[in-house]
Each structure stands twice: as structure tokens, then as C-alpha cells.
Nanobody, 124 residues
Framework: QVQLVESGGGLVQAGGSLRVSCAASGRTFSRQGMGWFRQAPGKEREFVAAIRWSGGNTNYADSVKGRFTISRDNAKNTVYLQMNSLKPDDTAVYYC?????????????????WGQGTQVTVSS
């Protein structure tokens, strides 16, 4: 089993920055890939970014490329999502997901483990 705990959400003005974190614990070999997804009210969960624990390869949604950066700290078993130039459209609950597959794609079905989410609100 893998446990994921997100933190760092909050309220920020448009154009501002925020960093959310995802602390992982449990069976490390069960989390080869880590992803961030988000879900706004009335919308489906959408892919934001993903990273491979080993090697650090990354993948981003087009909507966040150049603004968001995903990273990981192996010693702390933590994945971060640095969000810059935030827009009101970025407002959502941000979820961290983990997959035991060698996968950093955008399909949430491949991520078996999920955190509880953290709210990010961007005011205009």
C-alpha cells in the first residue's frame, strides 16, 4: 500500500505563486510514477503533471507548461508542484496520484493510489 498526503493549498491572487506537496509513505516499489491532477467544481478530474521517481522524467499538460514545475525529493519521499503565474482557471482541488507502473501519462486510471486533495483557489 501507498499513502499520499497533500498539503500547501490555499488562496492566492491571479499572477501569484503557490507550491503544493505530496508526502508518500508505504511500499516504495509501488510508486514508480507520481502525478498531479486537479478537479474543479462540475468538471472531470484532469491531468496536470507527472514525474518518474527514478530518473525524474516529467510530463505536463499543455495548459500548465511553462508555468508549473513538478519535482521530487527522494530523501523526503515528497513530490512538489510549483505553480507560478496562476490564473483563476487553475482553481481546483489538486490531487496527488501514484502508480506502480512505469507510467507518467495523463490517464488517471493508471494511478492506483490517491491522496485526499488540497484546495487551490486563485482570485481575479
Amino acid at each position: 500500500q501507498v499513502q499520499l498526503v497533500e498539503s500547501g493549498g490555499g488562496l492566492v491572487q491571479a499572477g501569484g505563486s503557490l507550491r503544493v506537496s505530496c508526502a508518500a509513505s508505504g511500499r516504495t516499489f509501488s510508486r514508480q510514477g507520481m502525478g498531479w491532477f486537479r478537479q474543479a467544481p462540475g468538471k472531470e478530474r484532469e491531468f496536470v503533471a507527472a514525474i518518474r521517481w527514478s530518473g525524474g522524467n516529467t510530463n505536463y499538460a499543455d495548459s500548465v507548461k511553462g508555468r508549473f514545475t513538478i519535482s521530487r525529493d527522494n530523501a523526503k519521499n515528497t513530490v512538489y508542484l510549483q505553480m507560478n503565474s496562476l490564473k483563476p482557471d487553475d482553481t481546483a482541488v489538486y490531487y496527488c496520484g501514484a502508480t506502480s507502473l512505469d507510467y507518467i501519462g495523463s490517464d488517471s486510471a493508471f494511478y492506483a493510489y490517491w491522496g485526499q486533495g488540497t484546495q487551490v483557489t486563485v482570485s481575479s
